[in-house]
């Protein structure tokens, strides 16, 4: 779909539905076009993608694997693992799935993704709604199958579930992290959603230590079966203070994962937003992401380059939407950038524009 033709599927179309069925609505067109016979080679012509295996850009290595592009998708997008060779056809550098949960849940109740269009943002306070690790594991066996599955990059972003109690959470995270490793280009640990209860609590040393140790143990089991490794990182959330920040990057380095995505959705409102004030207090509770998180996203990014030796890896991900965006944040250090809310706005189109841009 051209950049000209996506505004207005946008503006008569999607914005009409409710943000979570247009959501669903596109993954379910995505996934069926790539299911056709000679469907991604359609959707690598439409978006001006290059065939796997014909790309001669040069291939930065990070994490283990060589990424064509720096840019990739942020979880969120395809929580199920049910379509991340479409997307990676779309001109995504990588795909990160999830987040992903021990256990099958529902998420919180309906509506609970709200755009601010004139902010071309999203509040979204989805809940880790999955279908469970056995079955997440499944579809991205599928995936995996093909020749091109195997070469993909395909993160696995891994959750808390709601059930579970917050001194269960290293066990629970452990489950998931033993059924999808073997699938997993790499591990992301979620504990910055500000969608579960209790979930960013574990963002402190004390009680991230064994949820890192856990997932660690079993990317490491995992690895040694593959032979290869699987490497783990956390994602932390925007909102924590520069302190904690730096106490995340000391532990990330005792313990011996490979990095730190920066960073999740904001529970703040700022004052920037355009958005009618009385709508932002009638949606209610959710994480806030979109251009209004590039400020503090960087901040995060410089401030973790500082404390982090060069071999560890920082994913830089917060209101990015130009391939400008994506050259500063690599400039600033970043290993690898992740974008999701401005694929809303900008269309499937997105990810080949920044591609290219770069």
């Not at 579809?139 to 696995?156: D, F, M, P, T, W």
């Amino acid at each position: 779909m051209s950049s000209s033709i996506y505004p207005l599927v946008f503006r008569h179309l999607l914005r009409r539905l409710d943000a979570e069925q247009a959501h669903r609505l596109t993954m379910t067109a995505l996934h069926r076009a790539h299911s056709l016979p000679g469907g991604p080679a359609v959707l690598r012509a439409l978006f001006r993608t290059p065939a796997p295996g014909r790309d001669r850009r040069p291939a930065r290595t990070v994490l283990g694997a060589p990424h064509r592009s720096p840019f990739g998708l942020a979880a969120g997008f395809d929580k199920q693992g049910e379509a991340p060779l479409a997307l990676l056809d779309l001109g995504f550098g990588h795909v990160e799935i999830g987040t992903v949960t021990a256990k099958p849940q529902p998420g919180n109740p309906r509506p609970r993704s709200f755009r601010l269009i004139e902010d071309r943002a999203l509040i979204n306070r989805m809940g880790f709604n999955n279908p469970g690790a056995a079955a997440v594991a499944r579809n991205l066996a599928r995936a995996r199958a093909s020749e091109r599955g195997q070469r993909a990059v395909i993160g696995v972003n891994i959750g808390k579930s709601k059930v579970t109690a917050l001194e269960d959470a290293a066990e629970d995270y452990r489950f998931s992290a033993q059924l999808l490793a073997p699938y997993a280009s790499y591990l992301a640990i979620n504990v910055s959603s500000p969608n579960t209860p209790g979930l960013r609590d574990l963002q402190s040393a004390d009680s991230l230590r064994p949820i890192l140790e856990a997932v660690l143990e079993e990317a490491g089991k995992a690895g040694r079966d593959l032979g290869r490794e699987i490497p783990v990182l956390v994602k932390i959330a925007p909102d924590l203070h520069d302190a904690d920040i730096l106490d995340v990057a000391r532990l990330s380095q005792e313990v011996g994962i490979a990095g730190v995505i920066a960073t999740n959705t904001t529970i703040t409102r700022p004052e920037s937003l355009r958005e009618d004030r009385a709508r932002i207090e009638e949606i209610g509770a959710g994480g806030l992401s979109g251009p209004v998180l590039a400020e503090r996203s960087l901040a995060v990014l410089r401030l973790l380059r500082g404390a982090l030796p060069a071999e560890a890896v920082v994913i830089s991900c917060g209101g990015v939407v130009t391939a400008a965006d994506v050259r500063e944040r690599l400039d600033a250090g970043a290993d690898l950038v992740q974008g999701y809310t401005a694929l809303i706005y900008e269309g499937p189109g997105w990810p080949g524009r920044i591609a290219r841009g770069l």
